[in-house]
């Protein structure tokens, strides 16, 4: 469960503030599939940020499951970010380490012994597993952040954060890596948020929102 609660956050827009959410008030149920759109510009990715306490809240709360954000001090936060998955639009992946140490490298950082047969699915499962002594340099964007994927799940976070992650792939591509992000998180029971641009990607997600003025409306009642 992710819960936003009268959620009040502007940027610096040159030399005035910019709401971006006043008052916003929401709950993402535990466990689902979250696709989320809306224009450029509409604070889909701050929203995101926020929710995986990658920037600081500045006013309301946000609640995942039963840990509130604003509560927690900077240790806290950092071992909050641990339990989450994150993929972004570029993938991030660190080019001096091969395939295999950029997936465990986010599993050691959380703090967990190997597991060595979840390792062997996922990769198998993204189709990864011929490509692991292999650098981020020598793969395909798809595969790429097929990578990407299996380092956010390695750890079984509860929450799967994704940025666009089908924004520089072509479209087979890009419905190959939204399935199998929706799939893998689903199967793992997990809750993933995901932004995108494309209603396609988003029409098997069990949610749909998208973001305007600040608040969010379910898809289906948005009518261009
Ligand atoms: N680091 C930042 N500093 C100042 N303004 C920002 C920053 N990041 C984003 N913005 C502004 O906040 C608004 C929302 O941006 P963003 O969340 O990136 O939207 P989206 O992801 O929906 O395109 C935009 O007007 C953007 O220009
Ligand atoms: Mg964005």
Redesign the pocket.
């Known amino acids: 469960m992710i819960r936003l609660e009268r959620l009040t956050f502007s940027?610096?827009?040159g030399d005035k503030q910019?709401l971006?959410f006043d008052g916003l008030n929401h709950e993402f149920k535990q466990g689902s599939q979250i696709a989320l759109l809306?224009?450029?510009?509409?604070?889909?990715?701050?929203?995101?940020?926020l929710i995986g306490a990658l920037?600081p809240l500045q006013q309301g709360k946000i609640w995942i499951r039963d840990t509130e954000l604003s509560a927690l001090s900077e240790t806290e936060r950092a071992l909050h970010r641990r339990k989450q998955g994150v993929v972004f639009q570029d993938c991030q992946l660190l080019s001096t380490l091969t395939v295999r140490d950029n997936i465990l490298l986010t599993y050691k950082l959380a703090g967990l012994t190997g597991d060595p047969e979840l390792f062997q699915s996922l990769t198998a499962d993204l189709g990864i597993a011929k490509l692991l002594d292999r650098y981020p340099q020598q793969l395909s964007g798809g595969e790429q952040q097929r990578v990407a994927i299996a380092r956010a799940l390695i750890h079984q976070p509860q929450l799967v954060l994704a940025?666009?992650p089908t924004g520089n792939l072509d479209e087979g591509n890009s419905q190959i890596v939204a399935t199998m992000l929706r799939e893998l998180t689903q199967a793992q029971g997990a809750t993933l948020l995901m932004?995108t641009h494309s209603q396609g990607l988003a029409q098997n997600f069990e949610q749909r929102w998208f973001?305007r003025n600040g608040q969010l409306q379910p898809l289906d009642s948005i009518h261009e």
Request: glycine share 14%; charged share 35%; net charge neutral.
């Open positions: 940027r610096n827009d910019r971006i809306g224009d450029s510009g509409a604070g889909k990715t701050t929203l995101l940020r920037i940025d666009e932004v973001l």
